[in-house]
């Protein structure tokens, strides 16, 4: 790395020695910059992963196979747009993140985990009356709907961010 030293004067009398990052230097940018490259990168593949899952709950939630009894706005919306709007993009950035850290391997197994445990998530909502389902759903449904969910926003991620 190549820094810069400046000496600045704090209350007139006394001078600190700072050094900064040179602008022709080609170690990695600042904190700084890396967050808002990442919220840049990250944009596009919520943005699709908020309507994926809206229109998803639109549809199935019109179709009768599930509900959400206790939601906010209910005489606004049919589903639950707190988990449209909050849940959904927490949870995909969350994903993403560790995903670009992971091989293709451990992506794969990782996606798998995540489609199992909000299979299992959905029934525990059930049990707490957050959802409904219809007598002829089934959770293995859920499953392959979150795995190719997940698949689809991470190869979106990668199409959108790629050189």
Not at 77 to 89: D, E, K, M, R, W
Not at 101 to 111: E, G, P, S
Not at 141 to 157: D, K, R
């Amino acid at each position: 790395m190549i820094y810069r030293k400046q000496k600045k004067k704090l209350a007139g009398r006394y001078s600190m020695t700072i050094a900064e990052q040179s602008k022709n230097s080609s170690s990695p940018p600042t904190q700084k910059k890396l967050s808002r490259s990442w919220i840049r990168k990250l944009a596009p593949s919520l943005l699709l992963a908020c309507l994926f899952g809206t229109y998803l709950d639109l549809y199935f939630e019109g179709k009768d196979y599930y509900s959400f009894p206790m939601r906010p706005f209910p005489d606004i919306f049919s589903i639950h747009i707190g988990f449209t709007l909050v849940g959904i993009p927490v949870m995909v950035a969350a994903f993403l993140f560790i995903c670009t850290r992971l091989t293709t391997q451990k992506r794969v197994a990782f996606i798998l985990l995540l489609s199992i445990m909000m299979s299992v998530f959905e029934k525990l909502a059930e049990s707490f009356g957050y959802f409904v389902h219809a007598e002829v759903w089934k959770h293995y449904n859920s499953f392959f709907g979150y795995f190719v969910f997940l698949t689809i926003i991470y190869q979106f991620y990668t199409w959108t961010n790629s050189d």
